[in-house]
């Protein structure tokens, strides 16, 4: 299966404007990570329906607030991402994308834990020939999530692990409780970041950080990730994290939902750029290389994500 990064239709924001000139930046244009065509997308969701798989995404939206919540739902995998749970949130993000009275979403994992990356026995059953398929399809549902026309928070209780924290960065703002850990670690698996998270890192805290979270596997604490701006509050360990996430989220983007999400449609448009396709591009073609080779199999057979910091 061949993929590729497509940049779809340009269209300016009045007709006045056109696509060249000083007002170059102020058309709209929708980037979209993606497989070739339509049939190739299919045919990734097809090989992922063949992967059994426990867990779930669910979506609760509030049209009162135009708040959605967006909850990861394995705890027994410490909320791993499992081959039916990548189908959910194909669907969700559509359902997102298109939820014109929405403002913000809030992704969270429960009061234990949030995220401890890919379900292992999917990567098993992956293998490398699978590698190229499953970081494109990743890095495409998670860049939706990242340019939604919805103001995102991730709210991390307990540890976002590896893939967890590839999540986090996905959204525009971390809300972390006063005892949770972030921490790359894909390193001690053998591979690198495939789901954006390599790329985004850099963007969002520089090279130097970045290279401490992903070559020095740093644990980041609340508090630390609190001063360095990696997470923008602290809030309460548990089920209450959830109801302060709510109370800030509700504070930020409070105004008229056609407002709140055309600004968040700015942002996401300025940010994004032909370097980050680029560096997604070369994110995905190092992971396919590492995906189901000699290191990540010896992490697989030790179980290391699952007995790291025990």
Known sequence: MVVSLVLQTTKCLGTKLNSTGPFKRLCHRTFHWAFNNSSDMSSAKEQLA???GKG????EKDEDTGIAVMKLENEERRNAISAPMILDLFDILSDLENWKSGKGVIVWGGPRFFCSGADLDMVRQLGSKGAETFSATMQELLCRLFNLPLVSVAVVNGRALGGGCELSVACDYRLMARDSEVQSVHKRMGVVT???GGP??????????????MVGSKRLGAEEALRVGFASALVTPGHQALTEARDWLKGQTEGAPEVIRAMKEIVAFSHESASMRDSLDLERKHFSALFGGEAQQEALDKKIKHNYGH
């Open 200 to 213: 985004r890192l850099v963007s969002l805290m520089g090279r130097t950080f970045a290279l401490d979270m």
């Open 56 to 59: 779930k995404i669910s979506l």
């Open 194 to 196: 495939g789901w954006s």
């Open 50 to 52: 063949r992967i059994a």
